[in-house]
């Protein structure tokens, strides 16, 4: 804490977040908003509207998640996977992002958060070779419960934001109470 203030503190506030979330996801949305001019990672152009598209829809997930490894497919800019490493600070968390300019910017994003230790790697799923995850989370990527079972322990559960495939009915995996607006749950048998 003890820096300046982020224009983004205001709205993360609102959200009801500690002081310690407030200030580590700052300076991750601070860092975002300072490489959105030379790599498109969000269409979000106010420190409200990031927190509305970024945080808002994956902090109220973050009390639910399982103790264990949690796996982000398709990084980007960070959310929901660095979000949920931020607010959530006891959880192992690898990043996957293929893209070498917004792998970038996530290395950098994880330690500018306090999450050094956050694995950052510049893969795609299907070339991902680590251990299989408590936790698989993914947004706005159009993939299956099944094209993501490599990644996830039986028992494991993969959340998705955004469009998804797969329906109800996912082949090994059984889909589970929604744990907040706008996220798909499947829990791997």
Same mark, same amino acid.
């Given at each position: 804490?003890?820096?300046?203030?982020?224009?983004?503190?205001?709205?993360?506030?609102?959200?009801?977040?500690?002081?310690?979330?407030?200030?580590?996801?700052?300076?991750?949305?601070?860092?975002?908003?300072?490489?959105?001019?030379?790599?498109?990672?969000?269409?979000?152009?106010?420190?409200?509207?990031?927190?509305?598209?970024?945080?808002?829809?994956?902090?109220?997930?973050?009390?639910?998640?399982?103790?264990?490894?949690?796996?982000?497919?398709?990084?980007?800019?960070?959310?929901? =996977?660095?979000?949920?490493?931020?607010?959530?600070?006891?959880?192992?968390?690898?990043?996957?992002?293929?893209?070498?300019?917004?792998?970038?910017?996530?290395?950098?994003?994880?330690?500018?958060?306090?999450?050094?230790?956050?694995?950052?790697?510049?893969?795609?799923?299907?070339?991902?070779?680590?251990?299989?995850?408590?936790?698989?989370?993914?947004?706005?990527?159009?993939?299956?419960?099944?094209?993501?079972?490599?990644?996830?322990?039986?028992?494991?559960?993969?959340?998705?934001? =955004?469009?998804?495939?797969?329906?109800?009915?996912?082949?090994?995996?059984?889909?589970?109470?929604?744990?907040?607006?706008?996220?798909?749950?499947?829990?791997?048998?």
């Amino acid at each position: 804490m003890g820096g300046p203030a982020s224009p983004h503190d205001a709205p993360l506030r609102g959200l009801g977040l500690t002081p310690a979330a407030v200030a580590s996801l700052g300076r991750y949305l601070d860092l975002l908003a300072a490489w959105s001019s030379r790599v498109n990672l969000t269409a979000a152009r106010t420190p409200q509207a990031r927190v509305d598209v970024l945080v808002a829809p994956v902090a109220p997930v973050a009390p639910s998640l399982e103790p264990g490894l949690l796996i982000d497919v398709g990084s980007g800019n960070g959310s929901p =996977g660095l979000v949920l490493a931020l607010l959530r600070p006891d959880l192992p968390v690898t990043l996957l992002e293929p893209r070498q300019r917004r792998w970038a910017f996530l290395r950098e994003a994880a330690r500018a958060g306090g999450r050094p230790d956050v694995d950052v790697r510049r893969a795609r799923h299907d070339a991902y070779h680590g251990p299989a995850a408590r936790t698989v989370t993914v947004r706005a990527l159009r993939l299956t419960p099944q094209a993501l079972a490599p990644l996830v322990r039986p028992g494991g559960r993969v959340l998705a934001w =955004g469009p998804v495939d797969g329906g109800d009915a996912a082949e090994g995996f059984t889909r589970e109470p929604t744990p907040a607006p706008g996220v798909v749950a499947w829990r791997r048998r």
